[in-house]
């Protein structure tokens, strides 16, 4: 395959953030040049009714998402529609612009097919986000994800994220309730039953002023214990969400190939990739059957083959998200999945 034979070594060469910027300039430009846009969607996209799928209200033209934190600031959603999507999440965005934290905070685990980062949801701010989302393909399933800015206490976190809320509410389809990054100080401590339940109550309220209310989501931490599980299911029915993602990345460093002074080197951060593939399914599935199978989930985490999308849709997971598999495995990684899926479907 081309990308990994020739574009991926070249991109390793980078640091993980240059790459990361380089490549999409390059993808800016390449699809300005006309007549690329349906060029790529030939040789990228797959559209089969088999594939479709209606979640949460909202029909997806395929189960494959491309998770949040790749298009952060909702600059390329456009772009990468073009490469097979079935839906495509922005954020994680704050209120505020925000730098996030000091450089370096992306590295690779090449042996481990994983990522580390501790970005710090770094981005340009909610309003630069809807402006661009204006533009955007009327085909083209969004996502916003939301949080908090750093510097805001916890006690006045629910204003961070009904400001994002209502900034979003007529440029995406549905909403991620991110408090599950451990890259932010204390926000996981937004997970607690209690304030959890007031903030998601909060949303929901607001979204109901609304002529149409839109799918709200949360997004959970794949480190909390089944008795945190066990209060996420009953927050979920008290609150009425429509859905969860499981799930986010991951604080722990066990089973890494990577040698244990190069971990160490790298410092804190949120891990992804394939080590986390086995505990987001776990997550999924202890979810699912809590929840029942017809309760919404979108599964995250590891997805590094075809082969680990149909296993989180089969532990209960009605749409899937790939973000370092993606990194790792190129641009027809969801073509890929895809067709594995209309193989195992027919």
């Known amino acids: ?55 949460f209200g909202i029909k997806f033209p395929n189960p494959v998402g ?30 505020k612009a925000q730098e996030g934290n000091p450089k370096p905070r992306l590295f690779r685990l090449k042996e481990d097919r994983a990522l580390i ?29 939301i949080g908090k800015n750093k510097v805001t206490p916890n006690e006045h976190a629910i204003n961070d994220y009904l400001i994002c809320f209502n900034e979003l509410f007529d440029v995406v389809d549905y909403f991620v309730v991110n408090v599950s990054s451990p890259n932010t100080p204390n926000l996981r401590e937004l997970q607690e039953k209690e304030p959890l339940k007031e903030l998601l109550n909060t949303l929901k309220q607001e979204s109901s002023k609304r002529e149409k209310e839109k799918p709200i989501l949360l997004k959970i931490a794949p480190d909390l214990t089944n008795e945190q599980l066990d ?20 604080i722990s460093r066990e089973g890494l190939q ?9 410092g804190a951060g949120g891990l992804s990739g394939e080590p986390l593939k086995d505990r987001s399914t776990e997550v999924i599935s202890y979810l699912s059957k809590g929840l029942g199978k ?7 985490g590891g997805i590094n083959s ?41």
């Open 117 to 145: 980062n501790r970005m710090g949801f770094n981005n340009e701010g909610v309003k630069a986000a809807v402006g661009r989302l204006k533009k955007r393909d009327p085909q083209l399933i969004i996502g916003g994800n």
């Open 258 to 266: 990577t040698p244990k002074t190069e971990i160490d080197r790298i």
């Open 66 to 95: 491309l998770a949040a934190g790749f298009d952060k600031d909702a600059k390329l959603f456009n772009e990468l529609s073009t490469l097979g999507f079935g839906f495509i999440e922005i954020g994680t965005l704050t209120p």
């Open 1 to 55: 395959m081309l990308y990994k034979r020739l574009f991926r070594p070249l991109l390793f060469n980078l640091s993980a953030e240059k790459a990361h910027h380089f490549t999409f300039s390059l993808l800016k430009f390449t699809l300005s040049i006309p007549l690329m846009k349906p060029l790529f969607r030939s040789v990228y996209q797959l559209t089969s009714k088999s594939l479709e799928r209606e979640v």
């Open 231 to 250: 209060d996420i299911i009953e927050i979920t029915r008290e609150t009425k969400i429509n859905g969860l993602i499981a799930t986010n990345t991951t």
């Open 306 to 346: 075809p082969e680990d999308a149909r296993e989180k849709l089969e532990a209960g997971a009605s749409l899937v998200q790939v973000y370092t598999g993606f990194i790792y495995e190129g641009p027809s990684f969801v073509k890929r999945i895809n067709k594995d899926l209309l193989k195992h479907n027919s």
């Open 294 to 300: 017809e309760f919404p989930i979108i599964g995250v």
